[in-house]
Structure formats: C-alpha cells, structure tokens
C-alpha cells in the first residue's frame, strides 16, 4: 500500500501515534540526533512498539546515512521549520502534541459485534483514573457506531461518560430488532477526543448463560492492529469449532488470500472478500470444505495473507457439547 | 538452506532480545501449549527459527531451560510444554525465538500463542504474548492496567495470574471500581522475584460479588504495581468448571514511557 503512495509524500512510520518519516527527520534535522530523543520529542515508538524496527532501519539506514530527501511541504512543516531555526523545535512540538494533535485526530476503538440465539455482546468502556481521587481523565464524551456486515450504519448515539464512570453497550440494545432472530454481526466503533486512551480500550463480553468471553478492542479504523498478515494458530479438527469474523475497516474491498496448512505444512488456499465497512463470520469449513481430513486429527494454522488491508480478526470458538464460547483477538 | 547472516551473531541474538512471558501450567489435566507464529519470525520461506524456553516454576525457581529443534516458515511448531519439560509445575515460561534471517527483522513484534486445555474439555483459551526486541518495551504489562468488565456473580468468578519476570520483587494492589464510579481497595499483595501466582480475586476482596450485584456484577479491575507486571485475568464458570473467558489486561496510555 505504501508503495502506491506519491513520491513526495510523507509515510507514517509509527501508526499508533501517527509519525510521519517527515515529523521524524526535521527532528532530526533540528539537532536531535539521538534515536531515544527523537522517540521523546515526536512520541514515535511509545505506544505499542510494533514500528520500531521501522523506525531503528529508517533512523539507521536513511537519516544517519544522509539518504533523506525531504517531500513537499505543507503549513505545519513551514511552521516547524521556523521553530527548528529559531532553536524551539522541541517546545512547539510539546505544544502541538499538548493542543493541537488530540483535537484533529480523535481516539477511535473497534471491536466486533455478534449476536445470535446463542451469543451476545456487551461492550464495556471504562473512564477511570488511575487513582480513585486523581484528576488525570475527566468527563469524556464518545460517539458510538454499530455498522452491520455489509458495511450500513445501523446505529449512532454520543454518550457522556463521567469521570471514573463506565459504559455499558448491550448489542441487542444497538440493534434493537434489525436482528429478528437471526445472526447479526458487525463492527462497533468508538470515537473520543482526548490527549491519552487511559483506560479507554473497550472489552466485550461474549456471552451466554454458561459463558463469559471478554477480549478487548482491536485499535481503530485510523490505527488498527492488524494491517496486514493474521494469523489463527489453533484450528482443531474436532470440536470446539471455530468461527472467524473479518472486519474491513476500510473503504475500499478486503481481499485477502486465507491459506490452511496442516501439522505436515500442507496447504490449502481461498480467495476471502470483504465489503468496504462490512464483517464476515466464516469458519475453517466454510472457507475450505472437507476440513477433518485435510488436518488428520491434528491441530492447524489458518492465514490470512494480505499485508496491506487494513482489518479486524476475532476467533469465536463454540464448544457444541456444553454451548460455550471462547472469543478471542487474533 | 538458510544462509547464516554475516550481521547477526546467534549468541547475541539471545540477549537483545527480551523473552515474551507465559502463563505455563502442567497439573491436575490441565496442560499448556506454545504455538510459535512462523511468519511473525520470518518471511522467508525457508527460513528457519528456533525457541529458547526457560521454565520458572515452583518446582525449579531458578529456572530449567529446553532448545526446540529448528521450525519453519510454513509449518507449525507447537511445543507441549508438559511434553519438554515433564512432571508437573506450574510457573511461567520465557520464550526467545531467534532466526538467521533475523538481521531482515520482521515488520511488528513476534507474537507467541499459547493455548491452555484440560483432558475433560472444561477449559480451551488461547492467549498472546509478546516477544520484544531493543531495550524500551519489556514486557506485555504496565504499572497500571485494568481490565474493563470484570465480572462477579454467583455462576460467574474472576480469576487472575500475575507474573513477575524481574529479579526483583514486585509490590502491587488490585482494586475494583464499579460503573458508578465507586472504587474500593485490596491490601498490597507481593509477588517474589521470577514466579508466577494465580488469585482469587474475591479473595482478595471479600464482598466483591454483594458489592457489584447492583450491577449485574459487572466492574472494573485495576491494578497498580511497582514494575510493569504481566497480568492475565479468566472467568471460570464455578458451576460448571469451565472457563472460557480469558485475555490480557488492558494498560494506562499515557504514562511516561
């Protein structure tokens, strides 16, 4: 996907904090030539550390080597720029990030959404300080969306949550009787605005009367976990069985190859789409037919092999005998 | 045939990277599994890599270690633990995978599976850890985390394994908030230098199930701690036995990395 990018256009390096190549070498540029100050000053690698082999090749292989080549420049850079001559490079960021930042590009938490006879969803978002008496994370208001698997908005409502409050989203609730009885399933979103996530990440409950799954959100639409490469490392041929839902969270297709290997490295392959927006709730035998022979009694791997498509990947295992489920991110 | 790098030198391999941390119980039927993410270690498909365990446990507190023999891009390597290391024990496992072909590090962390079953079929989990390379991120843990729908009622009861992968001890509360806001606090439990324990959070917090009935059961757990804890929190099913809810707790974003 970056490959299809401009030439001249900045690349993000971290997701998470959203730091372009562009916001990393004008730091460096300015005279930080430290990798652990560039990291402090532009917040790049403090999240989830998942860029920071990016970030030592990109700090190593481009910036100390000299290959940089800066691409066009827009009012922010300008204004860096500026502060990067006048020796305030690092107090205009701290600015940016403290005022500016948090404002244009809210929080955004996704998870999914599956109701049926059998299961249920419940959302659950907290808003609580780290100490019962601190004051770090006030009142928060969040803007809640149910999109079904086709990729329709089905529900939309901003709730206020109190300080050290919690929210509690019941799926039926969201769709009310859009489901009639059959499976419904899809993706929640949550936007909020606000400098740190705090306690915010959402956990769902998927559960049952005999059941209680809880995981947590899958990240965003803007900064999701996964994009690209996802894997399913316990596919058993027999019981429980395994459902997988996809979510694109994107707006264009999902495409993706899915390739089941068994115990011996075989492999078997489908092309899997996805509607822009849209989820799907597939299984191993819906993908792959006859799938108890193909793993002769031992466990599998399941792939999904896109390296670029931004999506969300939940396993939901029902054990059949007992009416349990195990819900899990990929 | 992979070609040894000409960068990496294996031995080193060992140290720079910090070992994602696992959960590891071999008892009463109960056993534990490592799945390894092939691709997570290389993209070369036939580029090799191998595990590095280290067993803490309280049979062994100073740890055991095992070497697996060489997996593949695209083939499994599941390793029972109870199969390498035998006997009963219950404790935590530090996995290091290293590869040849790790000078073209892969693009996000190397994540390691591990699956938890019992011989009745009362629990099937599967649960992430995380292996990190550099020297910032050490473990899938925070000083503060939380665990956003902890549940306490009759049928329904929180557990959660705590895991100290330091040389030092770890000091730590838990305390619950309920939706309303309301919060009320443990006494500070310790967890000894490279062990594990799994807790009763009840337990810990007498009343919690009287306390949260007004909403359904339903709070919030937080746990604040004096090193980056890894945390991993179930919900067993106490008229059943079953348990089938099991994850990660969540940690603040916002503190000073």
């Known amino acids: ?330 | 045939m992979e070609r040894e790098s000409s960068v990496v030198d294996q031995a080193e391999l060992l140290k720079q990277y910090s070992g994602a941390v696992a959960w590891a119980i071999d008892r009463g039927g109960v056993h534990s599994r490592l799945n390894l993410v092939p691709a997570a270690f290389t993209r070369n498909r036939r580029g090799p890599f191998q595990v590095h365990l280290t067993l803490y446990s309280d049979r062994q507190p100073d740890g055991e270690t095992w070497v697996s023999p060489q997996g593949q891009f695209d083939k499994d390597l599941r390793v029972n633990l109870g199969e390498v290391f035998g006997g009963e024990f219950e404790g935590f496992v530090e996995v290091v995978a290293t590869s040849p072909n790790q000078d073209l590090r892969p693009q996000h962390y190397n994540e390691i599976w591990c699956d938890y079953f019992s011989d009745d079929g009362r629990i099937h989990l599967v649960m992430p850890t995380i292996q990190f390379y550099g020297s910032v991120k050490r473990t899938l843990g925070g000083q503060s985390q939380i665990w956003p729908g902890m549940m306490a009622t009759d049928r329904f009861r929180p557990r959660l394994i705590t895991i100290n992968p330091y040389q030092d001890e770890i000091e730590f509360t838990l305390s619950a908030v309920s939706p309303a806001g309301e919060s009320r606090q443990g006494q500070a439990l310790r967890l000894p230098r490279k062990s594990q324990r799994r807790w009763d959070v009840e337990e810990i917090m007498p009343g919690l199930r009287a306390w949260l009935a007004p909403h359904a059961g339903i709070g919030n757990l937080l746990i604040t701690s004096s090193h980056k804890m890894i945390c991993y929190f179930m919900l067993e099913n106490v008229e059943t036995g079953t348990i089938t809810g099991a994850d990660h707790l969540a940690w603040f974003y916002g503190e000073e990395f």
């Open chain 1, 1 to 330: 996907m970056m490959d299809d990018l401009p030439k001249d256009a900045p690349r993000k390096i971290c997701l998470c904090m959203s730091v372009t190549d562009e916001e990393i070498a004008a730091c460096y540029h300015a005279g930080h030539r430290e990798l652990s100050e560039i990291r402090e000053i532009t917040r790049a690698c403090t999240r989830c550390f998942g860029c920071e082999a990016d970030l030592t090749s990109f700090y190593t292989n481009v910036l100390a080597a000299g290959k940089y080549k800066a691409p066009s420049r827009n009012l922010r850079t300008l204004l860096m720029r500026r502060m990067r001559r006048q020796s305030m490079y690092r107090i205009a960021q701290a600015a940016y990030h403290r005022h500016v930042r948090w404002r244009v590009a809210p929080l955004v938490f996704a998870s999914v959404i599956v109701e049926r006879p059998d299961l249920h969803s419940r959302v659950i978002i907290a808003n609580v300080n780290r100490e019962p008496a601190g004051d770090e994370f006030k009142e928060i208001q969040l803007e809640v969306q149910l999109i079904d698997g086709g990729g329709s908005l089905v529900y939309s409502k901003v709730y206020d949550v109190p300080k050290n409050g919690t929210l509690m989203l019941e799926g039926a609730q969201m769709i009310g009787g859009r489901g009639d009885g059959q499976p419904f399933i899809g993706t929640i979103i949550v936007k909020g605005k606000r400098r740190y996530t705090g306690s915010l990440r959402p956990y769902t409950h998927y559960y049952n009367d005999v059941s209680v799954a809880s995981t947590h959100d899958q990240w965003t639409p803007d900064v999701t976990r996964h994009h690209g490469f996802c894997t399913m490392v316990r596919i058993p041929p027999t019981g429980p069985f395994v459902h997988i839902s996809v979510s694109n969270i994107e707006p264009s297709p999902y495409r993706s190859r899915a390739v089941l290997t068994n115990h011996r490295g075989k492999q078997q392959e489908v092309d899997l789409h996805v509607a822009p927006y849209g989820t799907v709730l597939t299984s191993a035998g819906e993908l792959f037919g006859d799938v108890d022979g193909f793993l002769d009694r031992q466990l599998g791997t399941l792939r999904f092999d896109n390296w670029s498509h931004r999506a969300m990947y939940y396993f939901l295992a029902h054990d059949l005998e007992r009416n349990t489920w195990n819900v899990n991110h990929l």
